[in-house]
C-alpha cells in the first residue's frame, strides 16, 4: 500500500515534488513520501474556502491530533467536511484515501514516526498562523504580515523545517552521511527550505493580494511609502521594486545555502543530490524569470519555468552530479544570471 500512497497519489498532487522523490533511495520514499501527503492533506484543509476560517483551524488541529495520537479517531470528520469543498480531482483523491495514508505513517518504525509527527507539528501550525494573520478570502479583507521577523518566521514553518526533517531522516538511514555537522546541515537546510518557499511568496504576490494576503511586510512597504492595498494595481511594480529586489536578493542568499547543502552530500550518495539540486536548479529559473519580469504584480501574467527547460535542467544535473565541480559551476552560473537582473 505504501508505494502505491507514495507512487500514483503522489504524483497526481505534486509532479514536480514527485520528481525528488522517486530519485531517493527506496529506504526514504515511505517516510518523505508520507511526510509530504499528510502536509498536502493539511493545505488542502487549510485552502478550502467553503469553511470559514476557524472552521479550518479546528480540522486542523484535528489531524494534527491523528498525526501525534494513534488512538485519534476524528480523521473521518475532518475528511467529511474538507472533501464536499474540493473541485480537483487529486486533491479528492487524496482526501478519500487519507485515511490510509494516515495508517502507513502509523505502521513507519518509532523513529520515522517521531521525525514526520515532528514534521507535521510545525507545519500545521504555520498553517494555523496564517489563517488567522489572514481573516480574509479577498482583496476587500486585505492583510499584511507586519514585519520582516513574521515573513521569516513563516517561511520557517511551513517550509524551512522540512530541511531540518530532510536531514534527520537521512542521517538515520544513509550511513555515509553520519559524519555530518548535523547541526549545521540542520541549519542549511532551514535555510534551503526558506529559499525555496521564498520564491513561491514572490511568484504568487499578484494572485495572494486578491486572496486577502500580502506576504510582503507592512513595515518595509510603508518605508516605500505603499500600503498593501497600493499593489493591487501592477503599475505599483515600479515603486515596490527596491522591496522586491531586496527579497530576491535575500531568496538567493538562501539558495547559496542551499546548495552548500547540496554540495556537502557525498558524491556516491547522487540520488540525494539531485533530489536536492533539481529543485534549487528550478527555483534560480524561476528567480531569473521573476527579476527579468516588469509585470510581476500583473495577476494576467503567470511566471513559470517551461517544462522544456525543466527537461533541460533535469538532463544537465544527471551529467553534473557525480562531479562537485561541475555542479558547483552550473549553480554559480545560475546565481550569476539572477543578480544580473536585480
Not at 21 to 34: D, F, I, K
Not at 58 to 68: E, N
Not at 84 to 100: H, I, K, T, V
Request: net charge positive; hydrophobic share 45%; charged share 25%.
Amino acid at each position: 500500500m505504501v508505494s502505491e500512497l507514495t507512487g500514483p497519489l503522489l504524483k497526481e498532487v505534486s509532479r514536480s515534488f514527485y520528481l525528488s522523490l522517486a530519485v531517493l533511495p527506496a529506504s526514504l520514499r515511505p517516510p518523505v513520501g508520507l511526510a509530504y501527503l499528510l502536509a498536502r492533506a493539511a493545505d488542502t484543509v487549510a485552502d478550502t474556502r467553503a469553511i470559514e476560517h476557524e472552521g479550518r483551524v479546528r480540522h486542523l488541529q484535528a489531524l494534527g491530533a491523528a498525526i501525534r495520537m494513534p488512538a485519534s479517531d476524528g480523521i473521518a470528520d475532518v475528511v467529511a467536511a474538507v472533501l464536499p469543498g474540493q473541485a480537483a480531482p487529486a486533491e479528492r483523491r487524496l482526501l478519500e484515501r487519507l485515511p490510509d495514508v494516515l495508517a502507513a505513517y502509523r505502521a513507519l518504525d518509532d523513529a520515522d514516526r517521531a521525525r514526520v509527527a515532528t514534521l507535521l507539528t510545525t507545519i500545521i501550525e504555520g498553517m494555523t498562523q496564517d489563517l488567522r494573520v489572514f481573516p480574509g478570502e479577498d482583496a476587500d479583507k486585505l492583510e499584511a504580515l507586519p514585519a520582516r521577523e513574521d515573513l521569516e518566521r513563516y517561511t520557517y514553518l511551513v517550509a524551512g523545517c522540512v530541511g531540518e526533517f530532510w536531514t534527520d531522516v537521512h542521517v538515520a538511514h544513509r550511513p555515509r552521511l553520519r559524519q555530518w555537522d548535523r547541526s549545521r546541515m540542520r541549519a542549511l537546510g532551514v535555510r534551503f527550505g526558506q529559499g525555496l518557499q521564498l520564491t513561491n511568496i514572490l511568484r504568487d504576490v499578484p494572485r495572494d493580494l486578491r486572496q486577502g494576503r500580502c506576504y510582503l511586510p507592512r513595515q518595509d512597504l510603508m518605508r516605500l511609502g505603499l500600503t498593501p492595498r497600493d499593489l493591487l494595481d501592477p503599475a505599483a511594480a515600479a515603486a515596490v521594486r527596491p522591496l522586491f529586489r531586496e527579497l530576491l536578493a535575500l531568496a538567493l542568499d538562501h539558495y547559496e545555502a542551499g546548495w552548500q547543502y547540496t554540495l556537502a552530500i557525498p558524491a556516491a550518495e547522487a540520488r540525494m543530490r539531485l533530489a536536492c539540486a533539481w529543485p534549487l536548479l528550478i527555483g534560480l529559473q524561476t528567480l531569473e524569470r521573476l527579476a527579468a519580469s516588469p509585470s510581476w504584480l500583473d495577476p494576467a501574467v503567470t511566471i513559470k519555468v517551461p517544462r522544456g527547460a525543466v527537461y533541460a535542467v533535469l538532463a544537465r544535473s544527471l551529467g553534473a552530479v557525480w562531479f562537485t565541480p561541475a555542479l558547483a559551476h552550473e549553480a554559480r552560473r545560475l546565481r550569476r544570471r539572477v543578480r544580473l537582473e536585480i
